[in-house]
């Protein structure tokens, strides 16, 4: 496991869901090569999510090729029961919904007591002030700026939810991440408002792929100039 250690300069974290499948631990070599931060993971159960995507063996299968942080989001219902499964898989970084079950304070602290960072993660209609009583046993408050289950979607303007939520956090911490249509022209918006944490899937992968990883980089460092320049 690579703990990540806490500042609040810009990360850039593709989401490997819009990766090539059937190359995974090729694309997070790449994406790392190209000069990400972390390493994303939209772990969806047709559940709680109109989505399935993968679970802890797909974890444990990339994290050898990933060198540096895994962040793994858990967008299932209910989770407390997988979440041994996924810190033994290699989560750096272990999300789970404010609205994915009735007793976050256990989540959070299941998530603690196995060792991964701990995240929670709130949908677009979910106001910050539903984790005020939580944000002590946080390391990562992952603000949804799309409504979570596919890649590809349209950003959701968050930046109010964003600023509050960096006056609740305070001097603590807790990272601040924004997950849904993360592009050069948006990433400004929720840097500027306090976000530190990017995940992009498509604007990260458009254009590129194994055989040709450049655009990678060229798409995240124009994500990431973006958001600096809007940080001050």
Not at 45 to 50: I, K, S, T, W
């Amino acid at each position: 496991m690579t703990a990540p250690t806490f500042d609040r300069s810009i990360k850039i974290a593709p989401s490997i869901l819009s990766a090539d499948f059937a190359n995974f631990g090729k694309e997070c070599e790449a994406i790392e090569a190209e000069g990400c931060d972390w390493v994303h993971v939209d772990v969806m159960d047709g559940h709680f999510v109109p989505n399935i995507t993968f679970g802890p063996a797909t974890c444990k299968a990339i994290r050898p090729h990933i060198k540096g942080v895994m962040d793994v989001h858990l967008m299932i219902a209910p989770c407390d029961q997988y979440l041994p499964a996924f810190a033994e898989a290699g989560a750096d970084v272990l999300t789970v919904h404010a609205e994915a079950g009735p007793h976050l304070d256990r989540s959070l602290q299941l998530i603690r007591d196995l060792g991964p960072k701990v995240g929670v993660a709130l949908n677009p209609s979910t106001p910050a002030e539903a984790i005020e009583h939580v944000l002590d046993r946080l390391d990562l408050v992952c603000v949804m700026t799309v409504n979570p289950g596919f890649g590809g979607q349209s950003f959701i303007d968050m930046t109010a939810k964003v600023r509050r939520l960096r006056e609740m956090i305070g001097d603590r911490p807790v990272h601040i991440e924004i997950d849904g249509g993360v592009t050069p022209a948006t990433a400004p918006l929720v840097a500027a408002a306090g976000a530190d944490v990017l995940v992009a899937g498509s604007a990260v992968f458009k254009g590129g792929s194994v055989s040709n990883p450049a655009p990678y980089g060229e798409n995240i460092r124009a994500i990431r100039a973006a958001a600096e320049a809007a940080q001050g």
